[in-house]
């Protein structure tokens, strides 16, 4: 299943891309309808970035601490400036620790 | 004072019973618990001594915080030369036993000789006994408490314990409290049991008094608590969903150890986490994870209790196994999972749940049976030796080696050797994933590049537990790391171990300094107990208590060359994720942390260092 969402920045009619997103731990709530084991796959316009995600499912951005793009680790200063590629997976956690 | 100012030495080969002062000269320079229990160690028994010998001891030791109403106050330490690593060993517990020894009035336990019979020890306030121990050897760790309990008629007794692995030599047995919290790594169950010593029963009604200054006590743990309780991580992450919220997170930073270290993410990383433990079975319609648990004035709360699909076929008809128990923490479903490449949930419960009840370290076992599968996989082991098909991902292997290494039957005998010893054996040292003699925990240091400093120069061999710059590198706590670096981490690891020295010595649980640094703890230390332990002074506590834990080990042997990785880890690339093409830069990061540490180009501390430290 792909999830379509509307990104407030984005011109209409824009091109789109095909993302995946994942939410983990208490973050699981702001999945949309139809994920399975915490991912979606997401139907974003082209040039959407990790904040523009964050926005459109109202995450609060404070539970946003760890924000990876295939494994990589986002700071907090590019998260609304690195744009996603086609088939690149978004991964957020809220502030967690263990060991 | 907090402290009690007495501890109890039992010479098990006379079965006399002493009480003694605390040196309280050694606790103004080294705190109390690992770090005071380690300075009794070392100024007692030679460095050489054979950790399985009545000549090597074994301590019980509290801290000064332990018992009191600072959070997470009930922790106490065992230290030994381990069994399993000829190192120095100092593995740390919580639950309620050592905040029961506290209140009964002693700060620690020296255990010396052997007993010639099984015994246990029991201790009621200032009343303590040596007890035989013959109708419940042979026994696990669940019956011993149950038994225990039941005989003294008393059920708010407290119990530490060893199974029947310790007893048949495992050499990484675990001691036990409360059914399922441990002192688990380096083999500190395996030198109990040597000295025919199956259990210590604490009733303690003494309580812990005498805080130098109440009031400031009262106010600073009540701050420290509000920090505690206000940080996401230790106020809602933990409670939540346990440590095993790091399942998927390792994974996906592609750090996760898989397959004997093989690989760096495991496909089936989501069905063994914190989010699987939560979600209904499809079989039973019940979750896996029951409740979360607290130990001993713990405001976090971050254990886990589980109950098993009473029909897998690991319990099927079998009872005694479907009650809610202690559950998976992330490290043991790492090794019982990911390094195996077993993806079964309830296979790898039953396996903790056989780790708790007989005593064993599941990060060692589950890192052994890594080992197993992969001789097996190469021929080098067959079906006929382990007793089953054991290619990576069998779960009916994990758990057959589970059931034998909690008895010593069998291949558990060959278990219970550890990877070092078994992969030796078998003529393939390079597939042991371990640091003098102790496996890996739970992260891959091509992935997170300070974890293999850490691992290369822990005390006790390869452990997290000992500087977790996973806090730094991947989670950002103090603050954001790369994990993919060298640079800085040499500095960064040397922080993480002396801060840590001072958490462990303080008496109160290292996750509490996901949310509070040293900063938070001294002023908890200065109202409760006399001496000076401003931030200032802690440090060089913590320093001194590192060094002299590293002095030892130099003495008993371990040179720089112990300060390693498998060359695995070295040597053959990350394959995938973002540290893809990685080995780790050890060899960069090593000689700077000698320099970082003030010690020689062969990991000697110099005098100088020595001077300082007052060592």
């Not at chain 2, 030369?81 to 000829?86: I, N, P, S, Y």
Request: glycine share 12%.
């Amino acid at each position: 299943m792909i999830h379509s969402l509307a990104i407030a920045r984005a011109p209409a009619g824009g091109a789109a891309i095909e993302v995946t997103l994942k939410l983990f731990a208490m973050l699981e709530r702001w999945l949309p309808e139809g994920a399975r084991r915490n991912e979606i796959r997401l139907s974003v316009p082209a040039g959407a970035t990790p904040a523009d995600i964050v926005v459109a499912l109202g995450l609060p951005e404070a539970l946003c601490a760890i924000v990876l793009i295939d494994g990589a680790f986002v700071p907090p200063d590019q998260r609304a400036h690195r744009a996603l590629a086609p088939n690149e997976a978004l991964s957020i956690w809220p502030p967690i620790a263990g060991g | 004072m907090s402290w009690q100012r007495k501890i109890l030495r039992v010479d098990l080969t006379a079965g006399t019973v002493t009480s003694e002062p605390l040196n309280m000269e050694w606790a103004m320079e080294y705190l109390g618990s690992r770090g005071l229990g380690t300075k009794y160690f070392i100024e007692e028994v030679g460095a050489g001594v054979d950790p399985l010998s009545p000549a090597n001891k074994l301590i019980f030791a509290t801290g000064p915080l332990t018992g009191t109403m600072a959070s997470t106050g009930g922790r106490y330490t065992v230290i030994t030369k381990g069994a399993l690593t000829g190192a120095i060993a100092c593995s740390n517990s919580g639950g309620y036993w050592g905040a029961e020894l506290k209140m009964a009035g002693w700060d620690m336990i020296v255990f010396e000789g052997k007993s010639p019979k099984p015994v246990y020890l029991l201790v009621r306030d200032g009343e303590v006994t040596i007890e035989d121990a013959a109708e419940f050897w042979g026994t696990s760790v669940w019956h011993t408490e149950e038994h225990l309990k039941a005989k003294h008629q008393d059920p708010l007794m407290r119990v530490s314990s060893v199974g029947r692995s310790a007893e048949k030599g495992c050499l990484y047995a675990a001691v036990v409290n409360d059914l399922h919290r441990a002192a688990g790594r380096s083999g500190v169950g395996t030198v109990m049991a040597s000295k025919n010593l199956k259990a210590i029963a604490v009733r303690g009604t003494v309580g812990v008094g005498n805080i130098r200054d109440p009031k400031a006590f009262f106010d600073a743990s009540k701050a420290a608590k509000k920090v505690l309780a206000d940080n996401a991580v230790t106020g809602q992450g933990l409670p939540a969903y346990g440590t095993q919220v790091l399942m998927n997170v390792i994974n996906e930073i592609g750090a996760l150890p898989t397959r004997n270290h093989k690989d760096v993410q495991f496909e089936g990383a989501r069905d063994i986490s914190a989010e699987a433990m939560a979600e209904k079975r499809p079989t039973d319609g019940k979750a896996n994870l029951v409740t979360n648990q607290a130990c001993f004035g713990c405001t976090i709360a971050c254990g886990r209790i589980s109950q098993m699909d009473k029909g897998h076929y690991t319990v099927e008809n079998r009872p005694q196994y479907w009650g809610a128990s202690g559950g998976l923490e992330y490290e043991a479903a790492w090794a019982l999972g990911a390094a195996n490449g077993v993806n079964d949930l309830e296979a790898l419960t039953y396996a903790n749940f056989l780790a708790n009840e007989d005593g064993f370290d599941p990060i060692s076992f589950g890192a052994t049976v890594g080992a197993v599968m992969e001789l097996y996989e190469m021929g080098v082991l067959t079906k006929e030796q382990i007793g089953i098909e054991a290619p990576f991902g069998s779960a009916k292997a994990l758990t057959f080696l589970a059931e034998k290494t909690a008895t010593g039957e069998g291949f558990g005998k060959e278990m219970g050797l550890g990877s070092k010893r078994l992969t030796e054996k078998y003529g393939h040292p390079e597939l042991s994933m371990s640091v003098k003699g102790q496996e890996f925990p739970a992260y891959d240091s091509r992935g997170i590049q300070g974890m293999g400093l850490t691992y290369a120069t822990s005390n006790r061999g390869a452990c997290h537990l000992r500087s977790y710059t996973v806090a730094s590198e991947v989670l950002g706590i103090p603050i954001k790391t790369d994990p993919l670096a060298t640079d800085g981490k040499a500095g960064l690891v040397k922080a993480f171990q002396d801060a840590t020295a001072v958490f462990d010595s303080a008496g109160i649980c290292l996750f509490t300094s996901f949310a509070w640094s040293l900063v938070d703890v001294a002023p908890q230390l200065q109202a409760a107990c006399e001496g000076d332990w401003s931030l200032e002074n802690l440090n060089v506590v913590g320093e001194r208590i590192w060094n002299m834990e590293r002095m030892f080990n130099n003495a008993a042997g371990f040179t720089s060359k112990d300060d390693t990785l498998p060359k695995r880890l070295t040597t053959e690339p990350a394959k995938t994720g973002p540290a893809k093409g990685l080995v780790n830069g050890l060899d960069k990061m090593l000689p700077e942390y000698y320099a970082e540490r003030g010690w020689t180009p062969d990991g000697i501390p110099t005098p100088e260092t020595r001077a300082r430290l007052g060592l």
